[in-house]
């Protein structure tokens, strides 16, 4: 549900009350569908091979059952669908006011699409960006393509999600093939706060003692970089890198140039190519639950397949983020924000309140 201020910043004109808010939304509703009807490139005429309706069809152009029934469970569905329309325009948006940056490269080659996993029988593809609950929907994905061999995606083992043969990727596709998929299966991503994120995959990649790939990989790296004075054993281990230390290692130039960065911490417009693939939907780890349920939705299976939730006391929070930047210097932290400062506005994310910015 969109916020009052969201509403209103979309063109919605009437006054919030009780009674105006259904008689807003019903108006807004209306307009929206007429609206995104015109927007659609595809229209009514995209023919799932099941006889059933695409993913496409449910999100452009709602079933005739939801224009019949005007009640509340409608006017709910249709500002879900205001909501995803606005953050669609929001990345529009941006990459027209950015395009110097955001379309350096005109074109993109299969190797740029290895993040995008295909769902044949859903008609879905769904980019994902690491340290946004991408394993489990990689788990139901790994549930939606397995054709009966999954039920319950969190019997899957987190480490059996990440295996590249799981799932099948756009790159693997011919070119004839990849093109005909972009237009006509519902392209979906999950985006989060940028230093949040940051912070949650350095929490996960440099204080956790099991990753010893990263700390040989990376840790040795930076700290080689990074480090006065290091140690032999720390030069030798990199297993205790300091979070500084990592914003030093991103925003030095030569780190840009030897290597893209790690899809870790690797920038959500470099991994997904939102200015060049046009996502249907958006989702936000603000509001993974229910908008990782939109998507089971639109793809008809929200009945008997929910996004798996549970409680995680580990998880990255804003608190934490604000704690890790206190030690950054203000001329670190600007150069930071300039690195990710794309999807800062391209998925609306305000400047965080404890930035520094010179």
């Not at 043969?165 to 006509?184: C, D, F, G, M, V």
């Not at 939109?294 to 929200?302: E, F, T």
Request: proline share 5%; glycine share 4%; with cysteine.
């Amino acid at each position: 549900m969109p916020t009052k201020a969201g509403l209103f910043h979309a063109g919605v004109c009437c006054q919030w009350n009780s009674t105006a808010n259904v008689c807003c939304l019903f108006l807004t509703s209306l307009r929206f569908l007429s609206s995104v009807m015109r927007r659609n490139p595809f229209g009514v005429d995209i023919c799932c091979r099941k006889g059933s309706r695409s993913p496409l069809q449910e999100l452009y152009n709602p079933t005739q059952r939801s224009l019949e029934r005007v009640s509340p469970p409608w006017l709910e569905l249709s500002s879900t669908a205001v909501l995803h329309q606005m953050r669609r325009d929001q990345v529009t948006d941006t990459c027209r006011a950015n395009s110097a940056t955001s379309r350096k490269r005109r074109v993109l080659t299969p190797s740029d699409l290895k993040h995008l996993v295909v769902d044949e029988d859903h008609e879905l593809i769904y980019c994902y960006v690491p340290k946004v609950a991408c394993t489990n929907w990689k788990r139901l994905m790994m549930v939606l393509t397995g054709r009966g061999k999954y039920s319950d995606p969190m019997q899957i083992p987190a480490n059996e999600a990440h295996v590249s043969a799981n799932l099948k990727t756009l790159n693997q596709y011919s070119i004839p093939e990849i093109n005909h998929r972009l237009k006509s299966y519902m392209k979906f991503l999950f985006v989060r706060e940028p230093f949040e994120r940051l912070v949650s995959a350095y929490r996960n990649k440099f204080t956790q003692k099991y990753n010893t790939s990263f700390h040989k990989r990376y840790g040795t790296k930076i700290i080689k970089r990074q480090r006065k004075n290091a140690t032999q054993e720390a030069l030798r281990k990199g297993d205790d890198v300091k979070f500084e230390e990592f914003v030093a290692y991103l925003i030095d130039p030569h780190t840009q140039r030897e290597e893209p960065f790690n899809e870790h911490w690797q920038t959500v417009y470099s991994l997904c190519h939102p200015c060049h693939i046009h996502y249907d939907l958006v989702g936000k780890y603000e509001t993974l639950e229910e908008d990782s349920n939109y998507v089971l939705q639109l793809a008809g299976v929200g009945s008997y397949l929910k996004f798996p939730t549970y409680a995680k006391s580990t998880r990255t929070t804003d608190e934490m983020t604000t704690e890790f930047f206190q030690n950054i210097s203000s001329e670190h932290q600007t150069q930071l924000y300039e690195v990710y400062k794309l999807d800062f506005l391209m998925f609306n994310y305000s400047v965080p309140s404890y930035l520094k910015l010179e």
